[in-house]
């Protein structure tokens, strides 16, 4: 029971990450933004894929996805920005192509990862702590760190709309 409580809390801390998107483009960014929930299994495509097929090192192909990710989130810009297409509607269209282009990427519906190395497996192999437990800690400390850039982006922001204003 335990066990399971600790895998369900680290696939929550990383999904966590996923809303923390999803929040910056709603809240922060007051623009109505699906594409975070495509990207992020856009990115975990592309790091399976090259994780499974082509051996790449796990650390590279977090890279790469989260470059795939962002390169879907550049083509909702053009298609909100070049084509006038309404931001919510970019974003469902985006998203939704991204099933289709995700099971592109992999070729079937599903690339099973758990034989390979991972960057929780090799920092699980260098403390000795199990793989959720690695979850957790990389999870919390990767959303503490966007949590703290977005402080301080929301303080420099307010300091230049005060200085604009003055």
Do not use: H, Y
Not at 88 to 102: E, V
Not at 117 to 124: D, K, L, Y
Not at 133 to 154: D, K, N, P, R, Y
């Amino acid at each position: 029971m335990l066990i399971a409580l600790q895998g369900a809390v680290s696939q929550g801390v990383l999904w966590g990450i996923m809303v923390l998107g999803v929040f910056i483009t709603f809240r922060l960014l007051d623009i109505p933004d699906m594409t975070c929930d495509g990207s992020f299994a856009l990115g975990g495509c592309v790091c399976a894929v090259l994780i499974v097929n082509n051996n790449v090192d796990p650390l590279f192909a977090v890279l790469a996805g989260m470059c795939a990710g962002a390169i879907a989130g550049a083509v909702t810009g053009i298609l909100t920005t070049v084509f006038e297409i309404p931001a919510i509607l970019a974003g469902i269209l985006t998203q939704i192509s991204l099933w289709s282009i995700n099971l592109r990427i992999m070729g079937k519906s599903n690339t099973p990862i758990l034989a390979k190395g991972t960057i929780f497996s090799s920092v699980s192999n260098m403390t000795g702590l199990p793989q959720s437990t690695v979850a957790i800690i990389l999870g919390i400390v990767l959303a503490v760190a966007i949590v703290v850039e977005l402080v301080v982006l929301s303080i420099i922001r307010a300091r230049t709309i005060k200085k604009a204003k003055a």
